[in-house]
């Protein structure tokens, strides 16, 4: 850890017990591999109060921003300089993978960030952007060819200075490029005036202290005159948490799982979340609570063939801007009644398929509730989790049964893909 950067552990304690839901703190520097060290932290939470829902005042997000700002420069980018020169832009530093803390397969990164970025191209090209946590500058150098100008805010000295410097020797940035370090809220109070058309998020709000913050955020950025469109990507699902967290079970606990033991480590780590997890309503909502700035939100799934938590559990929230020189969106607007429930209709793949060649070329087949094959035994646990409370049992056989019974289930429905104990044992 860099002495100049250095975190105190009883300030991220004091900041943990000015939190109303927390009774106390304690946190610690765990070593890992080579010079890694993960910051730990545990709470012990009032059990008098409910606050699922508590936002942080002002001056308690701002210190928690600040704190993941530090942890980032000493930890994550503090040995930036020694990323090789062919893999900037896919260097991937820090990113491991949220059930075990392995590092994520190279393939699937470049698959995930090959998506990331036909998503934010998929609207035309990129013009004039700002990106609002830049990391190592994965999405800038690999929209190098399409930008004519690009502010990053950064909070990490580190990941400033070595974006900087890699600008500086990559052919068609000079130039074109300003890093600045600061934060989101830092925004409203930059010395020279930014004019981006698109705004990126990538990967970020989830180290946002509360939706409050996050909605201030996005009404700093659609005062920007100039603002069409706001990506912002890697949302991770509150919708989807539970089925997260089910995953993360069963990677721990094996095929010998007991039905308690999984309910227990659900709810544990369910308490104990540290990061920011949106659903997606959130997004749909901006329209109706910025009308007058916000025209149309998208929610995108990550079309990936990997089967990782990236895949899986989070996406893409793409929020189109009432711009004064842009032509409006046509929008089909669908009544509630209109759309058809894929689960509670009994639909299967073939019928699906035929309903969308029937109606395809008449009027938008709105479909909803199709059940994603990536994590049908994560829904199917959930939902016998959350049909009664766990019985106290010791049938080691009990994940065995859940996937007999969803085979059975989705044989049934004539879909393709079936699960093995083998397929579950090899995640």
């Known amino acids: 850890m860099a002495a100049e950067h250095h975190i105190d552990l009883g300030q991220i304690e004091h900041a943990l017990r000015r939190e109303s839901g927390v009774k106390d703190a304690v946190v610690l520097l765990q070593p890992g591999k080579g010079t890694e060290t993960r910051l730990l932290c545990f709470v012990t939470l009032r059990e008098s109060d409910d606050q699922s829902d508590s936002e942080l005042d002002g001056d308690e997000a701002l210190s928690l921003v600040h704190l993941w700002g530090d942890y980032f420069d000493s930890e994550t980018y503090s040995n930036m300089a ?63 060819g399409e930008l004519q100008t690009y502010v990053g805010l950064e909070p990490s000295a580190h990941a400033v200075s070595f974006v900087t410097k890699r600008v500086a020797s990559t052919a068609g940035l000079k130039n074109k490029v300003d890093m600045i370090r600061a934060t989101a809220t830092d925004l409203a109070r930059l010395d020279k ?11 970020v709000i989830q180290y946002f202290p509360g939706q409050d913050y996050l909605f201030r955020i996005i009404q700093d950025i659609v005062k920007l005159d100039t603002v069409e469109t706001i990506f912002i990507g890697d949302v991770r699902s509150m919708a989807l948490h539970r089925e997260f967290l089910v995953a993360k079970a069963l990677r721990t606990t094996g095929l010998k799982a007991r039905k308690d033991e999984i309910w227990d480590m659900v709810t544990q780590m369910e308490e104990s979340e540290p990061e920011l997890l949106i659903d997606p309503a959130f997004f749909i909502e901006l329209a109706s609570r910025l009308p007058d700035r ?21 996406y893409a929230a793409v929020i189109y801007v009432k711009a004064t020189m842009q032509q409006p969106l046509k929008l089909h607007n669908i009544d509630q009644e209109q759309w058809t429930d894929f689960t ?74 079936l699960i093995s104990p083998e397929k579950l044992a090899a995640r």
């Open 193 to 203: 005036p930014v004019s981006p058309g698109l705004v990126i998020l990538n990967s």
């Open 344 to 417: 509670k209709q009994g639909l299967t793949r073939a019928s699906l398929l035929e309903l969308v060649r029937n109606q395809i070329r008449s009027s938008p087949v709105p479909i909803c509730n199709i059940p994603n094959r990536k994590f049908n035994l994560e829904r199917h646990i959930v939902d016998l989790l959350n049909s009664q409370e766990p019985d106290i049992t010791v049938d080691t056989n009990w994940l065995h049964l859940c996937i007999n019974q969803l085979n059975v289930c989705l044989h049934s429905r004539l879909l393709t893909w």
């Open 82 to 144: 020694n990323v090789q020169a062919d893999l900037t832009g896919r260097d991937f530093i820090g990113w491991v993978s949220a059930y075990d803390g392995s590092v994520i397969d190279g393939a699937e990164m470049d698959e995930w960030l090959d998506d990331t970025i036909a998503t934010i191209l998929d609207g035309g090209h990129s013009g004039h952007i700002l990106e609002i946590g830049t990391g190592s500058g994965m999405i800038l150098f690999n929209l190098a």
């Open 294 to 314: 916000i025209e149309h939100v998208e929610i995108l799934p990550k079309k990936m063939r990997a089967d990782n938590e990236l895949s899986c559990f989070r």
